[in-house]
């Protein structure tokens, strides 16, 4: 982790690109529309307060799996001005009525004259819901915060993961070069131009280039060069295992890799929602494109119908996604309407 200062990339916080180049692809849901979640809420005496924040800040704040720093512990009752209301755990963390009593009334205090005490509580409930996470701009914040629950804006969080993006802007262009020459070539034999190339982290020149092949001889509707791609990797591994086994002996064999975990995709034309879930279930950890496709493209929250499906909040894996925004790497053109 840099800090921002130090950071050799340039960066534009506020529209999400790096280097002038490369544009971060969000999902809508932290741009505008919250994920809510349920959260366990009880009403307390104000006195108590430093008791219930200790015991959340001792047994809960750690392991609840879901991080509600971004939210305050607790605000007064909007019906009952003398009581304070105060969030203990997502609803992910512990679903249990019966868990969360047990979990309470493990809260103890000891009393003026030395006598310990159980804490007292009213209104034991799970039924509000709160943002997941923060939302990436301060008026957001605000709104958010008169909607559902007062919220604490600790700078935008995006600015850390753009922050944190490890990105070699020279290899990015020397990779989104081979597949604009490829894409242009295809083009001029009036193939469909779609390429895409996939870079194994452990092995970064031996790289796989794929082609669309959905009218070739041999090929079928669903041979987009994402899904030929991921087919290649696996081949490919197939082969460099029979290898090793082979050669056992050399002791001389990389790491075994898993489906195309941490692999880099660039491709020319934005996914569809078959490759882009491809892409999930195959574990990449980036993917860059070229050309968005608006009417079947399946990452940009203006294409398609919005899925950002590298980022889905319904799913439980994800890959980082960018744009290419520069006119450097010209691709062949498809139908508005072809699934890439
Ligand atoms: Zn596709």
Same mark, same amino acid.
């Given at each position: ?66 991080s509600l720093l971004h939210l305050k512990r607790i605000q007064k009752n909007p019906n009952d001005k003398s009581l ?30 030395? /006598?310990?005490?159980?804490?007292? @509580?009213?209104? +034991? %409930?799970? $039924?509000?819901?709160?943002?997941? &996470? *923060? ?55 009036n193939e469909i131009p779609v390429v895409s190339l996939f870079v194994n982290p452990l092995d970064p020149l031996n ?44 002791? /001389?064999?990389?790491?075994?890799? @898993?489906?195309? +975990? %941490?692999? $880099?995709?660039?491709?020319?034309? &934005? *996914? ?21 496709m608006e009417v079947t493209g399946s990452l940009r929250p203006e294409s398609g119908h919005g899925y950002c499906m ?31």
């Amino acid at each position: 982790m840099v800090k921002k200062v130090n950071n050799p990339l340039k960066i534009d916080f506020q529209k999400c690109i790096i280097e002038g180049r490369l544009q971060q692809i969000l999902p809508k849901h932290i741009t505008s529309e919250p994920e809510l979640i349920n959260i366990w809420t009880i009403d307390i005496n104000p006195q108590d307060s430093k008791y219930f924040i200790a015991f959340i800040r001792r047994n809960i704040k750690e392991t609840d799996p879901i991080s509600l720093l971004h939210l305050k512990r607790i605000q007064k009752n909007p019906n009952d001005k003398s009581l304070l209301k105060l969030i203990l755990c997502s609803v992910e963390y512990i679903a249990d009525r019966e868990d969360i009593i047990k979990l309470l009334e493990s809260i103890e205090k000891k009393t003026p004259n030395g /006598n310990v005490e159980k804490i007292q @509580y009213t209104n +034991l %409930n799970k $039924d509000l819901k709160v943002p997941k &996470e *923060p939302p990436i701009t301060r008026e957001l914040i605000n709104e958010w915060s008169k909607k559902f629950w007062p919220m604490v804006w600790n700078g935008n969080p995006n600015d850390q993961i753009l922050n944190d993006y490890i990105i070699d802007m020279d290899s990015i262009r020397g990779k989104l070069d081979i597949i604009s020459k490829q894409s242009q070539s295809l083009a001029k034999s009036n193939e469909i131009p779609v390429v895409s190339l996939f870079v194994n982290p452990l092995d970064p020149l031996n790289h796989i280039l794929s082609i669309d092949q959905r009218n070739s001889t041999s090929g079928c509707q669903l041979d987009h060069s994402i899904m030929n791609g991921i087919k290649k990797v696996a081949e490919d591994e197939v082969k460099r295992r029979k290898l090793e086994q082979e050669a056992k002996e050399s002791n /001389n064999y990389r790491e075994k890799t @898993y489906l195309c +975990l %941490n692999f $880099d995709v660039y491709t020319t034309h &934005e *996914p569809c929602s078959m490759c882009s879930m491809a892409l999930i279930h195959s574990r990449i950890k980036r993917l860059i494109f070229i050309k968005p496709m608006e009417v079947t493209g399946s990452l940009r929250p203006e294409s398609g119908h919005g899925y950002c499906m590298h980022a889905n909040k319904n799913l439980n894996s994800k890959y980082e996604v960018f744009q290419w925004i520069g006119d450097e790497y010209p691709v062949g053109s498809v139908e508005n309407y072809t699934c890439c």
